[in-house]
């Protein structure tokens, strides 16, 4: 395909990673100029809350429901291509994506593909996103995933204050792992 520059040629990549024969295929630098071109127009279009957040949880907007979808393509993509790990371009954008605060809740499942996938040489992104509010919980389990120290001190803060159950007991985990 080139360059992906439109939003219609960055959703005809996106179809073409969701199709198992041409996903073997497909330009890594071609998909993360895609994933950057649809994360924006999903924050430009999509402003509207997707889902109401139950028992006190918050609202999801659509475009970080839409975020969150794609990161969904993204992850299936990357099941199928073991030779996009570590530093890849892919996985620069998706770090990238997820260092972006406007897209709010929808770059939890960014966070967690970098600590799958991204492994260690995405450590420091990881460790400053346990201070990103919307996905530090993520981060932390990214961390323990990738089995990259050296945020403990940061993760016991987390567990001392953390009234989130699952957050807590992530935080706990990789706090005492070190």
Same mark, same amino acid.
């Given at each position: 395909?080139?360059?992906?520059?439109?939003? +219609?040629?960055?959703?005809?990549?996106?179809?073409?990673? +969701?199709?198992?024969?041409?996903?073997?295929?497909?330009?890594?630098?071609?998909?993360?100029?895609?994933?950057?071109?649809?994360?924006?127009?999903?924050?430009?279009?999509?402003?509207?809350?997707?889902?109401?957040?139950?028992?006190?949880?918050?609202?999801?907007? !659509?475009?970080?429901?839409?975020?969150?979808?794609?990161?969904?393509?993204?992850?299936?993509?990357?099941?199928?291509?073991?030779?996009?790990?570590?530093?890849?371009?892919?996985? @620069?954008?998706?770090?990238?994506?997820?260092?972006?605060?406007?897209? !709010?809740?929808?770059?939890?499942?960014?966070?967690?593909?970098?600590?799958?996938?991204?492994?260690?040489?995405?450590? @420091?992104?990881? !460790?400053?996103?346990?201070?990103? @509010?919307?996905?530090?919980?993520?981060?932390?389990?990214?961390?323990?995933?990738?089995?990259?120290?050296?945020?403990? @001190?940061?993760?016991?803060?987390?567990?001392?204050? +953390?009234?989130? !159950?699952?957050?807590?007991?992530?935080?706990?985990?990789?706090?005492?792992?070190?």
């Amino acid at each position: 395909m080139g360059h992906v520059t439109t939003v +219609e040629q960055a959703l005809a990549v996106m179809e073409a990673c +969701e199709d198992n024969a041409q996903a073997k295929g497909l330009d890594c630098d071609e998909l993360a100029q895609a994933l950057r071109i649809i994360a924006a127009h999903q924050y430009e279009t999509r402003p509207g809350i997707s889902m109401k957040g139950v028992a006190g949880a918050p609202d999801w907007k !659509g475009y970080e429901t839409g975020i969150w979808k794609l990161s969904e393509k993204v992850r299936a993509l990357l099941k199928k291509r073991l030779d996009v790990r570590g530093k890849q371009p892919l996985l @620069d954008v998706v770090a990238e994506l997820a260092q972006t605060k406007r897209y !709010g809740k929808g770059r939890q499942n960014l966070v967690l593909l970098l600590g799958e996938y991204g492994k260690e040489v995405y450590g @420091d992104v990881l !460790g400053r996103l346990l201070s990103d @509010d919307e996905v530090y919980g993520h981060a932390l389990k990214a961390l323990q995933r990738a089995r990259i120290g050296g945020f403990a @001190d940061r993760a016991r803060e987390i567990a001392a204050r +953390e009234r989130t !159950g699952w957050i807590r007991t992530a935080a706990r985990k990789y706090g005492s792992s070190e």
